[in-house]
């Protein structure tokens, strides 16, 4: 009895103990590897093989994996960096055009390439434009492309003017310093020049009377310096003779509307104490240096910001070049 049940229990007692025998070997059976295992595998198999050379010059393989795990945070962060100096960039560039339109305009509106002006263009004020303004847009038009496409060339040429224009202002800074007893005497020689070309350049009469208007001043060391003018000359025969220019009046708005311009004719002909009731006796020279001192400080905070913002894009652009130059090792090394 005990033998049936048993039998009946496990009719196929045979067949469980192949069933353990198969489980038993079925490690030395090779099983069917699914897609996603097979796709592990081949991406495994595609990892980067770099090769390097030893101290001995002889070729040996490093197994890595690919990526890095520092690469993403680096593309990240050189992704930031990269549309941060596209962006300011782009900005100082429509900045440079502004000021090489405006130069060329005040050239062309004043014919300034004519045949009696063209001696005179050295000093004109609107070169300084055009020249500030083709070198600014063509430095960070150069930094702007260099950026958006990554080209190692635009952006080395780039880092090379920035780091040239900083040593410039450098060395200016660090000269200018050293003369700053001379600068005076060049300030000075440079207002006489525009007393003599008052009428001749708009450009110079335009600073002249802001200069003269905001400093409540006349002439460089006085208003007997506009005598060097051909047109306010005493022995001139216009009605400007023994004058002076208008904004060198202490009111020459007339009820506050109208611009008196004859409100300095005949102004050198008066006394000292006659004429400081009618003009400004003290020169300009005295108040422009009165006004760098007083602004002194933020002259030099906005030149030092100015200097950190160029130090900056140079150090960003060369962090691109070095981040790009990787890249491309690691591109060349994965095919």
Known sequence: MRGYMASVRSPFSWMKR?????????????????KVNQSTEDLVGQITVFQSHNSNGQDHTDLSVWPPQDHKHSSLTSR???????????????????????????????????????????????????????????????????????????????SLGVLVLVTLQVLSSIVAYTLRNQIEGYLRSGMLTALGRYQDDLDLRFIMDEI???LQCCGADSYRDWELNMYFNCSAPGVQACGVPASC???????????????????????????????????????IS??????????????????????????????????????????????
């Open 212 to 214: 003269q208007i905001g």
């Open 80 to 158: 930031c960096l990269k549309y941060l100096l596209f962006s300011s960039n782009f900005i100082f560039t429509l900045l440079g055009l502004l000021a090489l339109a405006i130069g060329l305009w005040g050239l062309v509106d004043k014919e300034s390439f004519s045949q009696e002006k063209i001696g005179h263009i050295g000093t004109d004020p609107m070169l300084i434009f055009v020249t500030l303004g083709l070198v600014l847009s063509l430095l960070c038009l150069t930094g702007c492309v260099g950026a958006l496409r990554e080209n190692q060339c635009l952006l080395r040429t780039f």
């Open 18 to 34: 192949n069933e353990s025998q198969n489980d038993e070997k079925s490690f030395l059976i090779p099983k069917k590897r699914s």
């Open 249 to 287: 009046c202490i009111d020459p708005l007339e009820n506050g509307t109208v611009w008196n311009s004859q409100c300095g004719l005949g102004a050198q002909l008066l006394d000292e104490f006659s004429a400081q009731s009618v003009i400004y006796l003290g020169g300009c020279l005295g108040g």
């Open 290 to 335: 009165r006004w760098i001192r007083q602004h002194t400080g933020i002259t030099g905070m906005v030149g030092i910001v100015l200097l950190g913002v160029q130090i900056l894009s140079l150090f960003i652009a060369m962090h691109l070049v070095d981040d790009i130059q990787k890249s491309k090792t690691y591109l060349q090394a994965s095919m």
